[in-house]
Every structure is written in structure tokens, then in C-alpha cells.
């Protein structure tokens, strides 16, 4: 079951838990009355050699009002199913059941009261248990797969609840991010996310806007440059004037396209429901010609002819086909939590198995999201490239600059510096070993007349790689290159896919060169890149218009629209709330090499789920001709009783073949 209720934010259970609670108390009381119920039906009374040893005056009524309840209270969501069902023009699953349950009920009635001076068989057994096995199965269905989407909710989060505005003395104060309104001033600290939309005033420092855009290395930001609300501030502080707030945010834009991107997501009812469709089809029709044949055409009394139509439409609605489906989706969500990967969206995770298109992020997916050497390069002197990287990572430790943590993690044994001075905006200096030594940006060689001209350089940046340089003395001994690390797993990742014959692309918010270095590493189909994050599931829908059954995956706010609008969004664990709620499949183990494995579960699971469709839907291809009196010249119609053995064999083999699933 796919549940799509509202959500509130904070403590709150949310509507897909409190769903889950209710059909399980409906469960447990219709079990409970079903006993009695099975107890006082003549029918099985008679089946179980009783006779009328245990009837009583007033049994009768006494069954009508147990069933009643659990005809009511029971089978309640059945029937709201059924209106939304056929308000929607998709009659499924419940209409199947709400059309035997109601049947059943409405037909034993009129026989317990003798209305209309109609006597026959009662089914209030039938209905009661039929009842208790949809409950069942619907309840663990709902329990295995997690529940519907807070996006909204999650991308609040990522902004701060509180802004340091600088009131009008010039004091700061805390006030509530709603309070915040275009014009004010807010000051942001080191390590703080950003409230809002604006353009800083004063201060400079680097902000991380890979999570919001997709762009990998950290932004310098500094004076008349603009910053976006959500993303995180580096080792200095800022004062930002605030532009766009609440509807007009990034942020905001962002949920709208994921609310639309959810809202048209298409509306592909899973396999049970297009069963069930067919099911209520030729139930109706089923008892329709039943009723006919034998009132008009054979001149039997309306009494039988009545008997045998109802007798077909309960019959059409077997047990077996209730739990078809939810044990297989059970089994299987088991499975996949085993392998690491959780599935909110059932249809979508059945779609995996025909997908032709797997497109993946960069950032954070593909790649690791963080700055990591990728190599070093010497240039001139006596420092071979390992002491070029030493030096390096000894003065950049006393740094908070991202690009400095990147080159200190990469050295396990620095040296000891003396003099350490930070050289702002260009690079950092020290001495060490009596020389001194200085770790720098391109601009500063420029500034200074330095000359670093070299081929492999040009190359290390014609991949969007960020290069430093390292000088001792005076002389540029060497450079050291950056980039976000590509995933040891997603060789591997891609490779599998490509032997299904999937096509597998990458659409980044990052720069064309990055993109393209990444890309030939791993030998990519196609790539988007500079792709803005309110464009991104255009992209997909212009994929998808190729005729291809795309998934998407990614892991930050920028990627929410796109996984919200393939066919199947599959978010990295480790990514943002946001990512997380606006995907259908979430990889806990942050691998893309999973991608493979959720179509390889997906493809056997919609196996498993046809072999039980065919197994329950057998029983009716016997049944109905039977219970429809096609034999009744040879003497042969299918009894209440021989309909109910063969319809608890159904069930037994249909619970037994969801098992070896796992094998």
C-alpha cells in the first residue's frame, strides 16, 4: 500500500503509522467475533457432522448481528477503498473485496430474515473470514513497506529555526526565521547554515553548496556575491542582506517541484490492483449471466438462480488472491532491508525490473562529496612528490579551509611548523625545517611573477580539478591536485548495469569539465552537466520522453525534484532528509553498486508475485464455471463447502511459494 496521507511535523505518529495501528485493531476484533461466528454457521455446523445438535432459538440473529459488526467495522476500509477507487475510475483491489464482502452480507441477510420469502445459504462465514484474511494481509503489507513522503517537513529542516539579525543599534538578536523579512540583516557564523536567500554585505569565507546545488568544491563568497538559503557557511563569518524569503526561497521552489514531481508521478497501479480490476470484471459479469441464465433462460426458481450468482461473486474474490501479493511484498522488503536498501514505494520498486535508464548524481553519489587528492605533480628541485605532499599537508592543518583539510587528511606524519600565517584569500605560509615554505593559489604565482608553466597542469585543470601549488625557498617546486574522489564501488556499480543492458548517464549541477573527467573514468553512456537543481527533473522527463523507464539517483536537496519525478528515485543513505523523503528506494549502505541489486530483487519479486496471481486466479477459473451450475445436468455443483477447501488449498500453496522467495 502506497500512503500518501498528510503528515505534522514534530513529534507526531505519523498518518502511515496510525493507519498501520488501526487495521491492526480492526484485525484483532473481527478474529476475535469471526470464532463465534464460524461456531453458529449451520453451514459448517452441518459440514462438521454437528446437524442441528447446536442450534438454538434466536441463533440466527444472533449471527447476523456478530457478522454485522465485523461486516462494519472490519471491513470499513474495504469500503472507503471502494469509493475512492471508483471516484478515481480505478476499481482494484477494493472493489473486489467490497463488492463479495457487500454481496455476501446483503444476500445472508435476506435469507436469516426470509425477506422477500428468499431462503438459501448463509455466508456471514465466508464474509467474516474473508474479511480477517484482507485485513491480514493489508496490515503486513503496510507494516513491510515504510511510509509516504515528508519532503516538505524534511526541507524545513535544513533551515536554521533561528537568524542573528542585526537589530537597529547594531546589536544582534535572535529571532525566529520566520520573522526574517527582505531588507534585514542577518550575520552568519562559522559552521552555521545560511537562513536565508541574500547577497553578503560584508565578511568573506567559503560556503559548501554542494547538498543545495550539486557544485562540488566550497564557493568563495565575498562583498555583492549572492548566497543560498540552506547551505553551510566555512571559516568566516558573514553578513548577509536578505533577498527572497518563505514562497520566493530556493528552498520553497525546491518543495514545489517536488510537490508537483509527487503529484504527477504516474498514477501505475501495481500488479495486484491490475488483477483485481479484471477479478471485478468477471465477478460482476460472472454473476450477471449466472443470475440470467438461470432465472430466464433454465425457468429455475429466482430463489436458486439468486444462490448460485451470489455463490459466484464470493467465490470470484478468494482468499488466496488477498495474499498473493502482501505475503511476496513481505518476504521480499525483508529481503531487501537484509541487503541494505528500504523500499517506500511498492509500485515504483516493481517498476525497477524494466528499467532502461539508470541516471546518477555526482555529487555524494557517484563520487565521495568531499575534496581528496587525486595527485601531485613535481615541477622543479629536490622534492620528490612525497615530500611536496608532507610540506603541504604540515601548513595546511593549522587551516579550516575545505581545500587545506582535504591535503592535511591525505598526510599521516607532518612535520613541525614555525611561523605559521595564513595569507587571506591566496593560500597559507610557514617555515619548516629552517626553509621557508608557503602552499598557494594560482592567483598569488600570477601576482607575484612566478611562473608554474607546465602541460600536466593544464591538463589537471582542464579536468575542473582545483590546483596549489607548493613553494620552498623561492622556487615552485610543485602541485597538488584536487577533485571530489569517485566512489571505489562505482566502477563496479556502472559495470553491473551495463551487463543488463541498462544505460547509465550522470546529471550534475557541477562543471562541464568535472563532469567530463568523472564520466570517462567510469565510461558513462551521457552526461548533463551545469544542470540547475529546478532543471534537473526537467532532464529526467526529457529522458523519459525517449520512451525510456528511467530511475534516478542521488543524495541532496538539489536532487529531490528529479527523484520525485523518474520512474524510480533511489536516494544514498547518507544523503539529506529531503533526498530521502522524496525517493522510493533508499541504498542504507550509501553503494551504488545496490542500484543492481534493487533491479535484480524487483525483477524476481514480480516472478514471485505472477506465480501467486496465477495460483489464486486458478482456483477461480475452476471454481466459477462450477459455482455457476455449468455441470449441474452431469449432477456436479460446487458445494459451499468443497468451494471453501478448495479455496484454503489456494491460500496454503500461494503462502508457501512467497516463501521460496528466499531461496
Not at 533577498?243 to 514545489?256: A, P, R
Not at 623561492?474 to 556502472?494: N, P, T, Y
Request: aromatic letters at 6%.
Amino acid at each position: 500500500m502506497d500512503d500518501t496521507g498528510g503528515h505534522h511535523a514534530g513529534g507526531h505518529a505519523s498518518h502511515h503509522e496510525m493507519m498501520i495501528a488501526d487495521f491492526k485493531r480492526r484485525l484483532l476484533v473481527s478474529l476475535v467475533l469471526t470464532i463465534p461466528i464460524l461456531i453458529l454457521s449451520p453451514m459448517l455446523q452441518e459440514w462438521a457432522g454437528f446437524g442441528d445438535t447446536l442450534r438454538f432459538p434466536g441463533d440466527l440473529v444472533l449471527l447476523f448481528l456478530l457478522s454485522s459488526v465485523v461486516f462494519f467495522y472490519g471491513g470499513y476500509p474495504f469500503y472507503r477503498g471502494l469509493y475512492d477507487e471508483l471516484k478515481a475510475r480505478r476499481p482494484g483491489m477494493m472493489t473486489l473485496i467490497g463488492v463479495a464482502i457487500i454481496n455476501a452480507y446483503a444476500y445472508s441477510t435476506v435469507v436469516v430474515f426470509a425477506l422477500f420469502g428468499i431462503s438459501g445459504m448463509i455466508f456471514y462465514w465466508e464474509l467474516a473470514t474473508l474479511i480477517d484474511v484482507m485485513l491480514f494481509g493489508h496490515w503486513m503489507e503496510m507494516r513491510s513497506v515504510m511510509g509516504a513522503s515528508r519532503a516538505l517537513e524534511e526541507l524545513a529542516h535544513l533551515m536554521p529555526s533561528v537568524a542573528h539579525k542585526v537589530m537597529p543599534g547594531g546589536d544582534l538578536g535572535d529571532v525566529p526565521l520566520e520573522d526574517i523579512k527582505s531588507g534585514d540583516r542577518v550575520v552568519v557564523k562559522p559552521g552555521e547554515r545560511i537562513p536565508a536567500d541574500g547577497v553578503v554585505v560584508d565578511g568573506a569565507s567559503s560556503v559548501d553548496e554542494s547538498m543545495v546545488t550539486g557544485e562540488s568544491r566550497p564557493v568563495e563568497r565575498e562583498p555583492a556575491d549572492e548566497v543560498i538559503g540552506g547551505s553551510l557557511n566555512g571559516e568566516g563569518s558573514l553578513t548577509v542582506e536578505v533577498q527572497k524569503t518563505g514562497k520566493d526561497s530556493f528552498i520553497s521552489q525546491v518543495i514545489e517541484l517536488v510537490n508537483e514531481a509527487q503529484a504527477a508521478k504516474s498514477q501505475t497501479q501495481n500488479l495486484a490492483d491490475r488483477a483485481a480490476f479484471w477479478l471485478t470484471i468477471i465477478a460482476l459479469s460472472a454473476g450477471a449471466i449466472t443470475l440470467v441464465a438461470w432465472y430466464a433462460l433454465a425457468g429455475s426458481a429466482f430463489a436458486f438462480a439468486l444462490e448460485r450468482s451470489v455463490t459466484v461473486m464470493v467465490i470470484t474474490c478468494p482468499h488466496a488472491l488477498g495474499l498473493a501479493i502482501p505475503l511476496v511484498v513481505t518476504v521480499s522488503t525483508a529481503l531487501a532491508a537484509r541487503q541494505g536498501f528500504l523500499i517506500r514505494n511498492r509500485t515504483a520498486f516493481e517498476n525497477a525490473r524494466n528499467l532502461r535508464a539508470v541516471v546518477f548524481d555526482k555529487t555524494g553519489t557517484l563520487t565521495e562529496g568531499q575534496f581528496g587528492v587525486t595527485e601531485t605533480v613535481q615541477l622543479a628541485g629536490e622534492c620528490g612528490e612525497d615530500r611536496l605532499l608532507r610540506v603541504a599537508g604540515s601548513l595546511e592543518r593549522f587551516s579550516e579551509h575545505p581545500i587545506a583539510k582535504a591535503i592535511a587528511k591525505a598526510v599521516a606524519d607532518p612535520l613541525p611548523v614555525e611561523d605559521f600565517a595564513s595569507i587571506p584569500g591566496k593560500g597559507v605560509r610557514g617555515t619548516i625545517e629552517g626553509e621557508e615554505a608557503l602552499v598557494v593559489s594560482p592567483g598569488y604565482l600570477r601576482e607575484q611573477g612566478l611562473d608554474a608553466g607546465d602541460g600536466q597542469i593544464a591538463r589537471l585543470s582542464s579536468q575542473g580539478k582545483t590546483v596549489v601549488y607548493v613553494i620552498l625557498g623561492r622556487e615552485v617546486c610543485g602541485a597538488i591536485a584536487l577533485a571530489d574522489v569517485i566512489r571505489e564501488e562505482s566502477q563496479e556499480a556502472i559495470a553491473t548495469l551495463k551487463e543488463h543492458g541498462i544505460r547509465c548517464m550522470m546529471l550534475t549541477g557541477d562543471k562541464q569539465e568535472v563532469a567530463a573527467w568523472v564520466a570517462d573514468e567510469l565510461g558513462l553512456y551521457e552526461v548533463f552537466a551545469e544542470v540547475l537543481p529546478q532543471e534537473k527533473a526537467e532532464k529526467i522527463k526529457e529522458i523519459q520522453s525517449r520512451g525510456f523507464l528511467v530511475a534516478m539517483v542521488g543524495d541532496g536537496v538539489n536532487d529531490a525534484p528529479a527523484l520525485a519525478q523518474a520512474d524510480v528515485g533511489i536516494a544514498i543513505g547518507a544523503g539529506t532528509d529531503v533526498a530521502l523523503e522524496a525517493a522510493d528506494i533508499i541504498l542504507v549502505k550509501n553503494n551504488p553498486a545496490d542500484v543492481a541489486s534493487v533491479i535484480g530483487l524487483g525483477r524476481a519479486t514480480y516472478r514471485k508475485m505472477v506465480q501467486n496471481l496465477l495460483w489464486a486466479t486458478g482456483y477461480n477459473a475452476v471454481a466459477i464455471p462450477l459455482a455457476a451450475g455449468v455441470l449441474y445436468g452431469a449432477g456436479i455443483l460446487l458445494s459451499p463447502a468443497v468451494g471453501a477447501f478448495l479455496m484454503s488449498l489456494s491460500t496454503i500453496i500461494v503462502a508457501v511459494n512467497a516463501q521460496l522467495l528466499k531461496y
